[in-house]
């Protein structure tokens, strides 16, 4: 864990005090966002999406297996995870750690509960044979906010993703079937401000973090609450009202780099 | 130029083997990612990025992560914590009020008192212009960037209190503090990013130069 420097810590609660934030963005801006689809050759699809300097990495491979037995006519979506050491001095090598895992379970949680992927259509045999979708994650660069960049690394990779049927004798090769895709916003608090897409060094102060995944229609699909703090009712509001807002913008970006 | 770990640099029969590098069969080779620089005989690699690589005698900016009954640890970015031991401030503190002086999170400008064959890293505070720090901001850029900051004889910085109004103290571990207003230290903070970015062009401080007159009105 890096020490933040108290002077530091003030310094940044001075600047939001006067409506500033570290980095010159307003409250409820984003860095630049940028998405280069469809960058592996040997994935079945594959994004990199950099947020500022945040870089984040997602594959997909489908492999064909046995569906769970409550679901015997759908698809299985597995996501994971990974800090590697490279990206931050603050990540350790070895089985995946706390953080790791919360940021596959609200990357998970995005695409799962938005149903952007049609799970049912990747029946082969009911409750014999499915498609498997693994979505890989790898952070290569941190600098706050993994999780908007993860999902949308992992969505973007999802719509450059081509099912290999060829290679398992099952017809010829098809898009995924995709619906509509969610864009999940993350906001934090410190010192009684709400800022959205937080910095590393913001990230660092932060009291607490929420997560909405807004679809569309501006539904929320998923939301994700994290640290000890707490968000009084108005700055939810505030926090949905932002992500809705943003997450319009960031689906035209979205959009764009996968030529839709 | 840059050169590669491993890399054979030099014979030792002609030059002398300095920061950065390591000897092997009477070669010298590189011993990290960076650049090369020849200076008096020596060959030095100049690492591209990493940790700071504590010398005796340097002026360093910590931060306190440790506080025991009779000395703290401080976090100056190298390899290893440093230890401050009570007898190196300027306080007399009683056994066990370490607390009271320095805690968790609270920065330091420091001296590199002693780094042991082992690399164990002394602290001391007992010195002209060492203290606790209070106010400001502290920047972190790469280490290796630091003199580039600095500039020729102080060129840089000495231009950057010149245009900002602001105090700064670059610590030689990639620590740099600016105490000053508001406005000031957003410029000094866009700057130093701006001159770790470009901390390889030709003429830097004369762009730099450039670049605060634009937007200075009133210089000290």
Known sequence: ?260 | MVVLPSQLLGDIRNNKAGRGTFIEKGKIYSERLGILSKKMGYINVVPLKGRYNPVEGDSVIGIIIETSSSSWLVDINAPYPALLHVNEVPWSIEFGDTEKYLNYGDSIMAKILMVDESKRIQLTLNDRNLHKIVGGHIIDVEPSKVPRIIGKKGSMISLLKKYTRCRIFVGQNGRIWVDGDEKGIEKVVKVVNMIENEAVSYGLTRKIESLLKKDAKDVR
């Open chain 1, 1 to 260: 864990m890096t020490i933040i420097p108290s002077i530091k810590r003030d310094y940044l609660c001075r600047l939001a005090e006067q409506g500033k934030r570290i980095d010159g963005r307003k409250f409820d801006e984003y860095r630049k966002i940028e998405i280069k689809p469809n960058i592996i050759s040997k994935a079945e699809g594959s994004a990199l999406v950099k947020i500022g300097n945040t870089q984040v990495l997602t594959g997909i491979k489908m492999d064909v297996g046995e569906p769970y037995p409550d679901s015997p006519e759908t698809g299985v979506l597995t996501t994971g995870a990974e800090l590697v050491p490279l990206a931050s001095p603050d990540f350790e090598a070895g089985p995946p750690q706390e953080d790791a895992i919360e940021l596959a379970r609200v990357v998970d949680r995005g695409v799962r509960e938005s149903e952007v992927i049609e799970l049912e259509k990747l029946c082969i045999e009911p409750g014999e044979k499915v498609w498997i979708i693994f979505v890989d994650i790898h952070v290569l660069d941190y600098d706050g906010n993994l999780f908007d960049a993860a999902s949308l690394a992992s969505l973007a990779a999802l719509f450059t993703t081509k099912v290999p049927a060829k290679r398992f004798d099952l017809g010829e090769d098809f898009p995924l079937p995709l619906r509509e895709p969610p864009v999940s916003c993350t906001s934090v608090k410190f010192n009684n401000v709400v800022v959205a897409d937080p910095c590393l060094d913001e990230e660092e102060i932060a009291e607490a973090r929420l997560t909405v995944a807004t679809d569309k229609n501006g539904d929320i699909r998923a939301m994700q609450k994290g640290l000890s703090g707490s968000f009084t009712k108005d700055e939810i509001k505030k926090v949905i009202k932002a992500s809705i807002n943003n997450g319009k913008e960031i689906r035209k970006i979205l959009y764009k780099s996968i030529g839709k």
